[in-house]
């Protein structure tokens, strides 16, 4: 009898990328997890010291084909190669910027499809696979499921606040809804796009306004419901997280 190693592969080390890395090896006995292994692009000085943490903390490093040595210099030992990191692996949890994940999937996980049990995109990387929310639409996933896309944290936000108060027996009693997240700049852990004064969104959606709302409309698709959902959305000169102000008409009194 062989058993299976069971391996999460995380690729990207950012915001999301790098507590989900040490969250997983601090917790990985107790999750029945055998390995965790994490891929970095570049090989910066500035990361050196939290990629060096996550190695102390049990997981290993991939790296593309032909960087070990550039990583090796900054003190960094990878002692896996990117494409086969994910060959092994039994999920891969792409962490990456918007839209490359779905670079990813074309280039890579399609290719390993049949050797990995599932990849999980997360934010708004629509077209990466089946949307889902933890406690919306958990009865849309099946064992077949391949390709996985996490939704976004406003998503989550609206979707909950929608289901919690206009859905009862998993059925929908709202007329519209209507959402303003105010959003903060950038994250703690980002030096960049920071802004020195409130910032209003524009409307790119006719139907739902922002992405925010056709992001929870396609979320409710998967569970057979077509909500009525408009957002807004402004950014604000600060780096803690999201206010959401929101307006829900319902058909039949709560």
Not at 48 to 60: E, F
Not at 191 to 216: L, M, N, W, Y
Not at 221 to 241: H, R
Request: net charge positive; proline share 2%; with cysteine.
């Amino acid at each position: 009898l062989v058993l299976e190693r069971k391996i999460i592969h995380v690729i990207g080390t950012g915001t999301i990328g790098e507590p989900l890395i040490g969250l997983l090896s601090d917790y990985r006995e107790k999750l029945g997890i055998d390995e965790i292994t994490f891929h970095k692009k570049s090989p910066l000085k500035n990361d050196r010291s939290k990629v060096i943490d996550l190695l102390n903390r049990g997981a290993r490093l991939a790296v593309d084909y032909g960087k070990e040595n550039d990583f090796k210099k900054l003190g960094m030992d990878p002692d896996l190669e990117a494409s086969e990191s994910i060959k092994r692996a039994s999920v891969v949890i792409d962490c990456t910027p918007k839209g490359v994940g779905h670079n990813n999937k074309v280039k890579y996980y399609q290719k390993f499809a049949t050797q990995v049990k599932g990849f999980l995109a997360q934010g708004s990387e629509d077209g990466f696979g089946k949307k889902y929310a933890r406690g919306i639409n958990d009865s849309i996933l099946t064992k077949n499921d391949k390709f996985i896309q996490i939704v976004s944290c406003n998503t989550h936000n609206i979707s909950c606040i929608t289901k919690t108060i206009a859905f009862d027996n998993n059925s929908s009693n709202l007329k519209s809804g209507n959402f303003l997240c105010v959003r903060r700049a950038n994250d703690l852990s980002q030096e960049d796009s920071f802004i020195p004064s409130p910032k209003v969104g524009s409307h790119d959606d006719k139907i739902f306004g922002t992405h925010h709302a056709r992001d929870a409309a396609g979320l409710f698709n998967t569970i057979g419901e077509d909500l009525d959902l408009f957002s807004s959305a402004m950014k604000v000169n600060s780096q803690y997280m999201h206010i959401l102000w929101f307006r829900l008409i319902l058909n039949d009194s709560m």
